[in-house]
T-cell receptor, first 113, second 114 residues
Framework: AQSVTQLDSQVPVFEEAPVELRCNYS??????LFWYVQYPNQGLQLLLK??????LVESINGFEAEFNKSQTSFHLRKPSVHISDTAEYFC???????????FGTGTRLLVSP | EPEVTQTPSHQVTQMGQEVILRCVPI?????FYWYRQILGQKVEFLVSFYNNEISEKSEIFDDQFSVERPDGSNFTLKIRSTKLEDSAMYFCASSEARGAYEQYFGPGTRLTVT
């Protein structure tokens, strides 16, 4: 079975500062990795995903995540955050070829001026 | 941009009552899912549905739960006899295909069982 740990329930940061949201996973088989974002009163939106190939994946709004197999991590980073990045961020895994997403508990990113 | 919609946004029901949560997936998608999130807990997979049958389900998805695609556009989750612990946010999702394809989520239905 797969599991995901997001150790930080909340990360406060000032605007234009860098941020890292941590995600560690556990699986005995190969997985796909995802970061989803949830803005207030909205559904979950895919931010980025790792399927195979380059271990560094990027989103269109400046976020990036790096798959580290030896550390079983998929941390999300942004070099300079905006107020509009305030949201809940969920890390998720799925077993390759299967549908079920296993989510972490989420990290609330709070960006203040 | 196409999106998954869910109705109602909030449903309040009494313990023991039946509820039906409705979802309209993206029109060309073939796979459909229900997840739930109890307040303060993880988003949990309930069930996936393809070709008019359940393809995978979790231990949470017991005989109290059922899913249906009654008319080719709606996808419903029925809870036969609600319990207090069914109170949660229920998310519907759909995807073009299994595996690597993105699952598109709806905004959720908040179910409150009193």
């Amino acid at each position: 079975a797969q599991s995901v740990t997001q150790l930080d329930s909340q990360v406060p940061v000032f605007e234009e500062a860098p941020v890292e949201l941590r995600c560690n996973y556990s699986s005995s088989v190969s997985v796909y990795l995802f970061w989803y974002v949830q803005y207030p009163n909205q559904g979950l939106q895919l931010l980025l995903k790792y399927l195979s190939g380059s271990t560094l994946v990027e989103s269109i709004n400046g976020f990036e995540a790096e798959f580290n197999k030896s550390q079983t991590s998929f941390h999300l980073r942004k070099p300079s955050v905006h107020i509009s990045d305030t949201a809940e961020y969920f890390c998720a895994v799925s077993r390759t070829g299967f549908q079920k997403l296993v989510f972490g508990t989420g990290t609330r990113l709070l960006v203040s001026p | 941009e196409p999106e998954v919609t869910q109705t109602p946004s909030h449903q309040v029901t009494q313990m023991g009552q039946e509820v039906i949560l409705r979802c309209v997936p993206i029109s060309n998608h073939l796979y459909f899912y229900w997840y739930r999130q109890i307040l303060g807990q993880k988003v949990e997979f309930l069930v996936s549905f393809y070709n008019n049958e359940i393809s995978e389900k979790s231990e949470i998805f017991d005989d109290q739960f059922s899913v249906e695609r009654p008319d080719g556009s709606n996808f419903t989750l029925k809870i036969r006899s609600t319990k207090l612990e069914d109170s949660a946010m229920y998310f519907c999702a759909s995807s073009e295909a299994r595996g690597a394809y993105e699952q598109y989520f709806g905004p959720g239905t908040r179910l409150t069982v009193t």
